[in-house]
């Protein structure tokens, strides 16, 4: 695969200098929050079709990655030897997620099913939802209570899922684009509905915090690792938010390159890494700086990140899935 260009963002970061020489830059900005900083790629492999959503298992032995395939595609990282599961979704997959500290792992399609998987034996569907009335956009699982995940449609409705047995628990509105748990404690679910992001006590359903910065539709959200920040993504803004006190506390403007997606960094908790449409932009939130890194022909469109390998996965419209350290 040849490298791609530079786009306008990309020479805006990177003037007329040699590639190496920013990234030693950046590194000299960024060291007193991410000392040793590096990010590169590390692996790369081809799907058939559009990539548009990604995830790690627990143990970061895992990245599962689908979309207009309508199959999983599961690599083992280390080897980047690859599996998959049977094409039973009839349109593309919107997002697929692990369960917390399991090999089971849960797919959403705009055929307006979902679908429970095991990287162990991907040869079948574990369970499905398929009566479904609309297209299924997202889903999480709970970080603790593991036999609890949902999923959100484009009717703009949460459904609350028990495992065992595998039923609908409860429905609540307010999310048709995409949900999140937050890590740790799961108390609460983040949730996007155009251009708002909503955050609920899970216990009590009630809105903790209704978010209304963004101009445009809010098409990603992630929490850091702590739970504690909440990142949503427009194509002309990134937001970071405070959980505590529901306020915008750092934001940076796409300029001309548009952003997709985002994910806060596994080592460096001061580094949000930002998919836009061809390049992935690292933003040092703390010291007002970011650097652009040429990384797809396409879209990125979705993000991941592995605490225990210290890993990040793009997902990408070009058809590519890319592993970065």
């Not at 000392?35 to 790629?41: A, H, L, N």
């Not at 349109?91 to 990287?119: E, H, M, Y």
Request: proline letters at 3%; charged letters at 20%.
């Amino acid at each position: 695969m040849t490298s791609p260009r530079l786009s306008s963002v990309d020479k805006k970061h990177f003037g007329d200098h040699p590639l190496n020489d920013n990234v030693e830059s950046f590194q000299q900005h960024t060291a007193e929050s991410s000392k040793g900083f590096s990010f590169r790629e590390i692996g790369c492999i081809r799907a058939r079709k559009k990539v548009v959503c990604c995830d790690f298992s627990s143990d970061g032995k895992i990245l599962a990655s689908a979309g207009h395939h309508k199959k999983a595609v599961l690599w083992n990282v280390d080897t980047l030897q690859t599996d998959a599961t049977p094409e039973e979704h009839q349109l593309l997959i919107t997002d697929v997620r692990f369960r917390p500290n399991s090999t089971q792992f849960g797919t959403t399609s705009l055929d307006q099913s979902v679908r429970i998987w095991d990287a162990a034996n991907p040869s079948y569907c574990v369970h499905a939802h398929t009566g479904h009335t609309s297209h299924v956009m997202s889903l999480d699982f709970h970080p603790k209570k593991t036999d609890l995940f949902c999923f959100c449609d484009s009717n703009n409705e949460i459904r609350y899922w028990n495992m065992n047995p595998f039923r609908c628990t409860r429905v609540s509105k307010g999310g048709s684009a995409r949900v999140r748990f937050q890590p740790g404690s799961g108390q609460l679910l983040a949730s996007v509905s155009d251009n708002i992001v909503s955050i609920f006590d899970v216990e009590t359903d009630r809105q903790t915090h209704s978010l209304q910065a963004h101009m445009g539709v809010v098409n990603y959200l992630c929490w850091d690792m702590n739970g504690e920040y909440l990142a949503s993504v427009s194509e002309d803004i990134v937001r970071i938010w405070s959980v505590a006190s529901g306020k915008c506390i750092h934001e940076l403007s796409s300029n001309e390159n548009q952003f997709y997606s985002c994910v806060f960094h596994p080592s460096y908790s001061a580094l949000l890494v930002i998919g836009g449409m061809r390049s992935l932009e690292v933003w040092n939130m703390a010291e007002k700086k970011s650097m652009a890194v040429p990384a797809h022909d396409k879209i990125i469109a979705d993000l991941a990140q592995s605490p225990v390998t210290g890993m990040v996965a793009s997902a990408s419209h070009d058809s590519y899935v890319k592993l970065w350290k």
